[in-house]
């Protein structure tokens, strides 16, 4: 079955993450991705104390999980993908992620150059350059803080 849902938040796998989204969608292993993460011992360390019982981890770089969903290592799990930044999911996009058909914007901290469009997330001018290229990749881009908001596109939000 493979991806059941893809989420940008830069807190990766939190309390929020690990017992509201992941029960919601039912994921079996929730694949962390983040070039960064891969190669921090304390990083890797937080995610495996973080993530529910009973629920495989991956932590992937993105050249990693883009050969890991094509050769279909994936398949018998649900998955819920998570990506620190709204450019490591377009890189997955871009990368040949073609099973990647929506994409939640979940949590974006304020950063220099950045703007707010909802209470947690704010995007910077790249943000918007990358939501619109996964948009027109054909994939559905969302920014939900919890399950029950709105998942009207991003796109309602950005501004004009």
């Known amino acids: 079955m493979a991806i059941v849902h893809a989420r940008v938040d830069e807190r990766l796998i939190h309390g929020q993450v690990a017992m509201v989204w992941t029960n919601t ?4 292993r929730i694949a962390v991705v983040n070039d960064e993460a891969v190669k921090d011992e304390m990083i890797i360390s937080a995610l ?3 993530k529910p019982a009973g629920v495989k981890l991956s932590i992937l770089s993105k050249k990693r999980a883009v050969e890991k969903f094509a050769a279909g290592d994936f ?7 998570i990506t620190k930044t709204i450019s490591d999911m377009n890189d997955l996009v871009k990368n040949g992620l073609t099973e ?5 914007v979940g949590n974006v901290a304020k950063r220099d150059g950045a703007v707010q469009i909802k209470k947690s997330v704010h995007v910077t001018q790249q943000d918007i350059q990358d939501i619109r290229e ?3 990749a054909g994939v559905k881009v969302t920014a939900q803080m919890v399950p029950n908001e709105s998942d009207q596109s991003i796109i309602n939000y950005l501004p004009k």
């Open 75 to 81: 398949d018998g799990d649900k998955v819920f993908l």
């Open 48 to 50: 495996k104390i973080s």
């Open 134 to 136: 996964m948009i027109d």
């Open 100 to 104: 990647l058909k929506a994409v939640n």
């Open 25 to 28: 969608v039912g994921a079996t």
